[in-house]
């Protein structure tokens, strides 16, 4: 991978239009042209609307996982890992000249914590913290693994009220599903961390929403069976997945998308989310004009954001800063 260059990520990035792109798509779904059953309605607008970003992305990274499958079918969701990959190397292309002391990056809804563990093989001057409301699965595969990095260390925590003492140059993670993502993005936006780089996921839940409209899709089935869970989650309110920070109201979270639409469109869009991308990218943009508005310059492609924070002197990294 080519060394990462802030100078060229700032360049793109801060000439990205993502506003015309959200108005655009939301059109294309006021239109009800979205969710089609071929997905040839879904690949035309991702084609005509955000090719802009994705030229730009490639402009600046390279592999980024080409699919053979059609958008949103359980065949290519089942495929997320290869996405997961390429955050990882360009998390470390980034990343991996950084010398200092108490160089942190924080990996929130880590789960078993092996996306975690693999950032600290490839960062061995960080300390990654791997973090998730659940201990057990990281637990296990601790002991399954009977192997533990010494520059990783798993804390329980919920990222709806996260430790702010941390001072992370990094916040990265591996589909955090729902509003899991906001909170995650406003931790590292409390913290001031100048990099987020992250894959969003289950954009049906943001909302606290676990209503998707029915269609007769493979991934429409399986995310049923999913939501019925999430259901119950909600319901026992004990901070899993669900926030009430992260109502209905709370969407959209950018000033400039809420010139574009309101919180009741916004629900609708999550409830179609599972099967259309134009609706996964409605509700993405939104995020990455929050961003934008909350000091970073973002890139976006795909669910994959990869966001630095203008303005910040790093030490040792000075032009790394805008
Ligand atoms: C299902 S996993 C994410 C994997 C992701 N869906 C993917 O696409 O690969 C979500 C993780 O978030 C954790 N989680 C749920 N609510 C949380 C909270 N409030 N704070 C931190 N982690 C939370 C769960 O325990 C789970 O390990």
Redesign the pocket.
Known sequence: MDPFSSKVFHDVGSGLDFREALGNLLNEFRLGRFADGDRSLEEAAIKTHLGHLTRAWDSVFADFPVYKEKRRTLLRFFK??RK?AHIRSIATAALKDFDGENLVIVN????EGRQARRLAESLPQFEIIG????AR?ETLYRLLTCGDQQNFRFVR????DPDLGRKPVAIIF????GS?SD?AIDYGIQVAAPFLIF?T??HENICRNTGIVKKRTMINRYFAMKNWQFARYRRRDE???F?GKFNPDAYPRSEAARELGDPQTYLQVARNAVDSDICIAIIDLDRALYLQEQGYNVMYRDEVFFALKRNVDLPGREHLSA
């Open positions: 997320r890992e997961d929130p809804a880590a789960v973090t998730d409301i659940d699965w925590e919920n990222i709806y591996f589909g955090a599903c899991l909170g894959r996921c289950c901070g899993f997945y926030s």
